[in-house]
């Protein structure tokens, strides 16, 4: 069945039965397929929403998945009512998802708006700082147990450490040979990568409800005053470490190239860019912080790189089972890139923490 009757039927699951026009593929994401699908409203106006293939082979679990973000979606659109919110649709029988063979599909309004992939302006940068603070605290007072780890050890480090040493061992793609460096280099950091992971197993961290994957492109603003509008792609949303959103936003927006760039050699922090996201980032939550959380912010940024670097390098190694890819090295490149960029935070780790410092001061 060709993709447009499917995502018809799809979408008259989830009981839209106006005038199909089309589709449009949405390039968001490494994981999911995402559709833009349009209809014609009775009046002649047109309708969108957003349709997506849960990729199942990363989540397991996707229906418990969808539970966590009915709950989390629902807590936040009561926080701010009147405001934009993300709301996904529902089948006849009230499910939020529509299961056809290994195909996993959900619905949610299209929201007009405006992503970046990579931003300068600091004023946007304070926004989507201020965004990814907000979505912790609104979820503060949010019950931890109601939620289900969706990937479980998804940000425990010696976790993603020992699936890389076993993707070596077995070296399924044949692809070792080309890439001792990079294990190399990956493993004699081990220890500091691994630190928010160890505080977190001692009890020296609060656990948070945490978004997890907090790339820039995962805010929405508003096209014309750039004003934050909401937080999207909640599929990771579990308990968590402040330092897991706060690490994983600066090394996708701070990098001074996409995260895939194939010279590695110009990749790096760009300060300029930490700072306005810090200041945004802890305006909403430095009055929550414990000193432990301070002293680890800038470090959970190395930490987050070193870690995706691990898994997308074994993921390299067993042959592209689990990010998309482009072209056979995506992978490696993307994995060259996350330790060139992981090196050059080392360098600037004092900075980084200096600028954590006085933002926290300021926020106070
Ligand atoms: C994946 O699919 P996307 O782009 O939202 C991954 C993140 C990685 C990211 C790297 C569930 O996110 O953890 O940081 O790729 N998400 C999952 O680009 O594994
Ligand atoms: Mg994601």
Same mark, same amino acid.
């Given at each position: 069945m060709d993709l447009n009757q499917k995502l018809q039927e799809v979408c008259k699951l989830f009981r839209i039965y106006d005038e199909y026009v089309g589709y449009e593929t949405i390039?968001?994401?490494?994981v999911n397929h995402t559709y833009k699908v349009n209809f014609i409203l009775a009046d002649g106006s047109p309708k969108s929403f957003l349709v997506q293939n849960v990729n199942t082979y990363a989540f397991r679990t996707p229906v418990q998945l969808m539970e966590n973000i009915d709950k989390v979606t629902e807590h936040i659109r009561e926080k701010k009512p009147g405001q934009t919110a993300l709301h996904f649709h529902h089948t006849? @029988?009230?499910?939020?998802y529509v299961i056809d063979g290994d195909n996993f599909w959900r619905m949610t309004n299209y929201i007009r708006s405006t992503t970046y992939n990579t931003l300068l302006d600091p004023q946007i940068l304070r926004n989507a700082g201020m965004a990814f603070g907000e979505f912790q605290t609104q979820l503060a007072d949010f019950d931890i147990t109601q939620l289900y780890e969706t990937i479980p050890n998804f940000h425990n480090t010696r976790k993603r450490y020992e699936k890389l040493l076993s993707s070596v061992q077995e070296d399924k793609a044949g692809r070792v040979k080309e890439v001792r460096e990079e294990i190399d280099w990956l493993l004699s950091v081990q220890d500091l990568a691994c630190t928010l992971t160890d505080l977190n197993n001692a009890g020296q961290l609060p656990l948070r409800v945490t978004h997890?994957?907090?790339?820039?492109?995962n805010v929405l603003f508003d096209s014309e005053t750039n004003r934050a509008l909401v937080v999207i792609?909640? @599929?990771?949303?579990?308990?968590?470490?402040m330092g897991h959103d706060f690490g994983d936003a600066i090394r996708f927006a701070a990098n001074f190239v996409e995260e895939d760039c194939p010279e590695p050699e110009k990749a790096g922090v760009n300060l300029d860019v930490f700072r306005a996201f810090a200041e945004g980032f802890l305006s909403t939550t430095a009055k929550t912080m414990t000193e432990k959380e301070v002293e680890t912010l800038a470090l959970s940024c190395f930490v987050l790189t070193a870690e995706l670097a691990t898994r997308f390098l074994a993921d390299y190694l067993d042959g592209d089972l689990y990010f998309k890819t482009n072209y056979p090295e995506h992978n490696l490149v993307r994995t060259r890139c996350q330790i060139a960029l992981a090196k050059d935070m080392l360098k600037k780790m004092d900075e980084m923490e200096k600028i954590v410092r006085d933002c926290v001061e300021k926020a106070k």
């Open positions: 390039q968001m994401g490494n006849a @029988d009230r499910k939020t997890n994957d907090t790339k820039i492109n792609d909640l @599929d990771t949303v579990m308990p968590g470490l």
